[in-house]
């Protein structure tokens, strides 16, 4: 019940960090993880991805608050609840997220997160396949744990996506996570010879093969202080409380919405909120459980005129054949997530990287698996990356067991609605091109007859969609910011041998999925833990657009 490194949470950073810091041999590392086992076809198979993040098993099943913008909907808020975390759970899409986030990081205190200083770490984790499909191999890593690989393709619709964008003027891109992520392309994902490539199959089953690496499965109380310095965590174990030491650190990763929580019943976070729940304050930290952002998407969908489309697997003796091909032989439609292409744009002239993300998909179908009841037909999730609405993670009562309260402050500022009207246009824009024309038949959601500002406000209120991409709840940031919770080197402001390390400490969220750079945070806190130096910088220059200033696309 004691080791040099206690990790909180075995998601994405959290095994990363086992892996790095168990790595050497030297380093006694105990992870602490309240779910269980990732086995079974649910998880492991890629194209079951609805199944697992509506699992009570697997899930923890928060719920936000009502949105008070979005007509009062309470939006699911998944978070894994296994070992892999939520990249047990999610569509693995693999995003690293744009240069100009990092820059952004590191502009806003994030000193030493840059693109230049995070590169380095994503060569270091990936081991990248590109399939055939080109890409940058300059730019990618060839024996990081983390198998990278693009799907096969092989609907036509796939690529009329991106012929579509091409002949509506947008540039293509052969590699978005390589020199330039502006532009219509194939899109990556965490799939490795037909298998989910979680962290916990990249890292963490690794590193348990290691003597000197550990999992316990326990629920995390708190963070254990003595004279202000973190020595080990409380853990309700089988009925009973129990104490695990950390020697050396107690490293909390377990996610933008259980960390602060974590934090805040530990006695870190904003004063007054400890003091309503009866929670001693050991360090006053304001931000801690604010700074939450998201993505939220819509589904733009529509009905194809020719029987191509997944829709003829949607049935059991289809799903059927799908799931025994996969479980024998680890192919077919079961060994991708479907999501095979995928662009980034930006909105308008005068924004220099893009601020819009597609996802396509060869089928019209909801997140919670219920298709579209038009049958053949195909989507793009559209939203804005960069949206000003803040929202926060604050504490239900004093009681770790229950859930904290999450509130987005989804579309909170006028910005967010004109975004989203740019979306809807932009997407119907590249789905009346030409190289959709054998394909459409008419259009499902939002449907031709929402045409006015009015009429898509409506739909945007009554059907956006979380993308599942929440972060920033305990953000990295100077000593001197009063809203920072970590320093640049992941150790929590004000107190001793205790980090955050996960998607808590994005200062803003980044363009696109947040796995990568959920593991990158993992993979470079690993370094700053074990007192390394840095990988050294990168000089690759990305590429933005030429006329980013005066021209859209």
Not at 84 to 94: D, E, F
Not at 276 to 284: F, K
Not at 305 to 325: C, D, E, M, R, V
Not at 483 to 504: F, H, K, N, Y
Request: proline share 6%; with cysteine; net charge neutral.
């Amino acid at each position: 019940m004691q080791a040099d490194f206690v990790i909180i949470g075995a998601g994405s950073a959290g095994c990363a960090m086992a892996y790095r810091l168990s790595e050497n041999g030297k380093h006694s590392v105990l992870v602490i993880e309240y779910g269980g086992t990732d086995a079974g076809p649910f998880i492991q198979m890629p194209a079951a991805l609805s199944y697992p993040m509506n699992m009570k098993r697997y899930d923890w099943g928060y719920k936000s608050e009502p949105e008070p913008n979005l007509g009062g909907r309470q939006l699911v808020v998944p978070r894994g609840k296994v070992i892999g975390g939520s990249s047990s759970i999610n569509g693995m899409v693999y995003v690293r997220g744009h240069a100009r986030d990092f820059d952004h990081w590191a502009e806003s205190g994030a000193d030493g997160w840059a693109y230049a200083d995070v590169l380095p770490y994503y060569k270091r984790m990936e081991h990248w396949h590109d399939g055939g499909h080109g890409g940058d191999p300059a730019w990618r890593g060839t024996d990081g744990p983390l198998h990278v690989t693009r799907g096969p393709r092989k609907n036509p619709l796939f690529q009329a996506f991106v012929d579509a964008g091409q002949q509506a003027g947008y540039p293509v891109t052969g590699d978005y996570n390589g020199e330039q992520q502006e532009g219509f392309g194939p899109m990556e994902q965490t799939v490795w010879r037909g298998l989910r490539w979680s962290a916990a199959n990249a890292y963490l089953k690794p590193a348990l093969k290691r003597p000197n690496c550990s999992l316990i499965r326990a629920m995390a109380q708190k963070v254990v202080f003595e004279n202000g310095r973190a020595t080990g965590v409380q853990i309700m174990r089988g009925g009973k409380l129990q104490t695990v030491r950390a020697n050396r650190e107690v490293i909390v990763a377990a996610s933008s919405i259980n960390s602060p929580k974590l934090l805040m019943l530990s006695g870190i976070g904003p004063g007054a909120h400890l003091a309503e729940h009866g929670v001693p304050v050991i360090a006053e930290r304001a931000g801690v459980g604010q700074n939450l952002q998201d993505h939220l998407e819509l589904y733009i969908q529509m009905a194809a005129s020719q029987p191509i489309t997944l829709f003829k697997y949607w049935n059991l003796w289809g799903k059927a054949l799908i799931g025994a091909q996969w479980l024998f032989t680890k192919t077919g439609m079961g060994a991708s997530n479907q999501f095979e292409s995928a662009a980034f744009i930006r909105s308008k002239a005068g924004v220099d990287y893009p601020d819009i993300q597609y996802h396509f998909l060869p089928m019209a179908v909801r997140y919670d698996g219920q298709a579209a009841a038009e049958g053949h037909g195909f989507q793009a999730h559209v939203g804005p990356m960069r949206s000003a609405s803040r929202g926060a993670v604050t504490l239900r009562s004093g009681n770790p067991d229950d859930a904290p309260k999450i509130s987005f402050n989804y579309m909170s500022h006028d910005s967010d609605w004109a975004d989203f009207r740019t979306c809807i246009r932009l997407t119907r824009e590249i789905f009346a091109q030409p190289a959709f024309q054998p394909y459409v038949s008419h259009e499902i959601q939002p449907g031709k007859a929402l045409q006015s500002d009015a009429e898509l406000d409506g739909f945007v209120r009554e059907h956006a969609e979380s993308a599942y991409h929440p972060c920033g709840t305990a953000k990295m940031g100077r000593a001197d910011d009063p809203m920072a919770v970590v320093d640049p080197a992941c150790r929590v402001i004000g107190v001793d041998g205790l980090r955050v390390a996960d998607s808590s400490i994005f200062p803003r969220i980044t363009n696109g999925n947040l796995n990568a750079p959920s593991i990158m945070v993992g993979e470079k806190a690993a370094d700053h833990i074990l007192g390394k130096t840095p990988l050294s910088r990168s000089n690759a220059k990305p590429w933005l657009h030429p006329h980013w200033k005066t021209a859209q696309r």
